[in-house]
């Protein structure tokens, strides 16, 4: 809540109340906006949008405003900058999720100049604000006698539908603010002393719901229409000369074709206010006009991934169908749309699928979604980059199918393209310490704990001996990590990576991965070396990566954003071919190797692979390494001389007492 320009953070919690200043706004602002995502379930990407919330001050010029941003609810903001070049007035600022865009409304519009053509339009920018000068919309007619405020209003679903109204102008677009036109009257159902040119005597009120909008204009004339993506006609449905105040009403939708007026009715006896609650059926009301309306041309449209949320992974494509029945004689066909071309790409195809019980031909839609840049469908620069991805929203819809269709509502999903929450990794465990019999749950699960040497473990994570630190004492954490894999010292060891999505097992893991000893050890190595391995440029290593960064952190030094595969010509030199190649992967013969050691490594396993997937692939997995036996500190050399010492001492000995032996049992001779 913006009080006296400072925002604040209202928290009621058990009964009990705090306001909170927000942390990060260091300037006065007039306004907040956010965009609440109301698709079903607990969808960490829809819970992410509903906690975007824009702060900023209107009225002044756009490149000297202050804008900034909350990801976290309005707990804490960043600024934003907007570039110099932008010229006019700032108006607003819009998160237009279904573009993967923020929306910038400027008005070029001077005071004492409302009517001048063209004068507002939206700039967009993704995640850089000083880019966003090269995207803008058409310019488009915002007049408003009464003052520079404009109110908005965004699709609940997403869909792009944005309103815009001031006291004198409603404008909507069906396509997050690219083309903005004015709405209209249909021309047969002009009331008295009303324009065509929507709304003339001025608005009161503007509501939307899923796939309607309704407009309560100053002289109580009420208006309805669909959000339909061609039409941008409304039907009048009514007026009321006679009750006073409807401007103090509130419009809402209760359900599909149910409009509600309440309004505020003052008592004689008190100061209090009663209510008057008053409901149209609008679609009784839409029969009821002469000359009548078009009939709506379809009977059915429906699909199963409606008011849905979907996700496609990278090059991965989705597939979807609806179901529809048009009148017969209509010729009407639904369009597939997207929202946001330069992420989502698509494929439809209409079949026949029998008859209804009319005889009526059922149609049965099929689309193909997948992603733009490996669609082949659109020139490279049009796409947006793979690595990031994107949203869009996905329609089908009847154009043009007239003000009666109030319950025909248009089909809609939105689609990420990006990392699906459910999909994650694990580490094939064949053979475990606890089946082998060297450990129990019991006591790795009774708060078991290990020592690594001193000299065995960095906790830079850099491989690097660190003099004076002690012994370090690490907790197991069973529950994290089970049974820990058993290996034997002199043998190397790839890790097998399963992909799974929920609970279901998807495939075996072919991308690069890299690992690293959560504790610090670093009395491993690796199999090949950069030669070995076929580099053809230098290939990256955990140490260099670390210490790139300004707070090092093994477990964001080395991820899909910043990896690079040696196999690429446009790399550093290589420099170095017999460093150790760190990269692993399940189809190349690079292993981890041990040294002469007994004991346990606790290793977090990263997907690198930037054409796998979106996800931040990861896993934690335990390992006992056994099988070295106790290291002699005697020298190779002179054990071999003592042995062979042992062994001539053994010949002689064998050799002498076989001739005393021969001796004693020699007859004497006697000579005569």
């Known amino acids: ?71 976290d609810g309005g707990y804490t903001f960043t600024p934003l900058k907007l570039s110099p070049e932008v010229h006019g007035v700032l108006l607003g600022v819009y998160n237009f999720v279904s573009l993967s865009q923020i929306g910038i409304l400027i008005n070029h519009t001077q005071s004492g100049r409302e009517g001048k053509r063209g004068g507002a339009y939206f700039t967009y920018t993704g995640g850089n604000m000083s880019n966003m000068y090269s995207h803008i919309s058409m310019g488009f007619h915002l007049k408003s006698t009464g003052g520079p405020d404009v109110r908005s209003i965004q699709h609940p679903r997403l869909w792009g539908f944005t309103i815009l109204w001031t006291k004198d ?74 009750q006073k105040g409807l401007c103090n009403a509130v419009l809402m939708f209760d359900k ?6 309440l309004s505020p009715v003052p008592t004689n006896s008190s100061s209090a206010y009663n209510f008057q609650k008053c409901t149209f059926n609008v679609q009784w009301l839409l029969m009821d006009i002469w000359p009548f ?102 329609t089908v819809d009847i154009p043009n199918k007239g003000a009666c269709c109030i319950d025909m509502h248009p089909l809609s999903a939105l689609i990420k393209v990006g990392c699906p929450p459910t999909k994650h ?18 006591t790795l699960q009774d708060n078991f704990t290990y020592s690594i040497s001193h000299n065995l473990y960095d906790p830079n994570f850099l491989a690097t001996p660190q003099l004076g630190q002690s012994d370090l004492e690490v907790l197991y954490e069973y529950n994290e990590l089970g049974c820990p894999v058993l290996l034997y010292y002199d043998t190397p060891w790839l890790p097998v990576l399963e992909l799974w999505e929920n609970n279901t097992f998807v495939e075996y893991v072919s991308a690069d991965f890299v690992v690293f000893e959560v504790n610090g050890m670093y009395n491993y190595d690796y199999l090949l070396t950069a030669a070995e391995a076929n580099c053809i440029s230098q290939p990256q290593n955990w140490t260099a990566l670390i210490q790139k960064q300004d707070s090092p952190n093994p477990h964001t030094a080395w991820s899909r954003m910043n990896y690079e595969s040696c196999k690429n010509h446009d790399g550093p030199k290589l420099v170095s071919p017999s460093a150790k190649y760190q990269i692993l992967a399940q189809n190349k013969k690079n292993k981890i190797t041990f040294s002469h050691y007994n004991g346990f490594y606790i290793f977090k396993v990263i997907v690198v692979d930037k054409l796998y997937s979106y996800c931040e692939l990861s896993a934690t997995v335990s ?26 001492i053994a010949i002689l000995m064998g050799y002498l007492l076989h001739k005393l032996s021969l001796m004693k049992k020699s007859p004497k001779v006697k000579v005569f």
Not at 51 to 68: L, N, P, Q, V
Not at 256 to 261: D, K, N, Y
Not at 371 to 376: A, D, E, K, L, P
């Open 623 to 648: 390992v006992y390494v056994t099988g070295a036996l106790p290291k002699t500190f005697l020298h190779a050399w002179t054990m071999l001389t003592a042995f062979l010492t042992i062994i001539l």
């Open 425 to 442: 990794i694990k580490v094939f465990k064949n053979t475990t310490a606890c089946s082998k019999g060297l450990f129990n749950q019991g």
């Open 1 to 71: 809540m913006v009080i006296n320009g400072r925002v604040y953070l209202y928290i009621f919690v058990a009964g009990e109340e705090e306001w909170l200043p927000v942390q990060g706004i260091d300037s006065l602002v007039t306004e907040l906006s956010n965009t609440h995502c109301c698709y079903p379930g607990q969808d960490p990407d829809c819970q992410a949008i509903s906690m975007t919330i824009f702060a900023y001050e209107t009225g002044h010029s756009a490149s000297k405003s202050h804008i900034f941003l909350s990801e």
């Open 293 to 394: 309306l078009q009939e709506c041309p379809v009977e059915i449209l429906k699909g199963h991934f409606h008011n849905k949320i979907h996700y496609i992974d990278m090059q991965q494509k989705l597939n979807l169908s609806a179901m529809f029945v048009p009148k017969p004689g209509t010729g009407a066909f639904p369009v597939v749309t997207v929202s946001n071309p330069h992420v989502l790409a698509f494929e439809a195809k209409i079949t026949e699928g029998g008859y209804t019980h009319d005889r009526n031909t059922k149609y049965s839609l099929h689309m193909q979604l997948l992603q733009q840049c490996f669609s082949g469908m659109a020139d490279p620069h049009f796409s947006d980059t793979f690595p990031s991805g994107g949203m869009s929203v996905l």
């Open 169 to 242: 102008t409603l404008l909507i677009s069906s396509n997050n603010g690219l083309l903005v036109e004015p709405v209209t009257v249909q021309p047969s159902q002009v009331p008295p002393r009303t324009s065509h040119s929507f709304p003339g005597s001025g608005l009161c009120h503007v509501v939307t719901s899923n796939s309607e909008i309704a407009v309560l204009t100053q002289d109580h004339q009420l208006f309805h229409g669909s959000l339909d993506m061609v039409s941008r006609t409304m039907v009048h449905i009514g007026e009321n000369g006679h």
């Open 256 to 261: 599909v074709g149910m409009l509600t007026v």
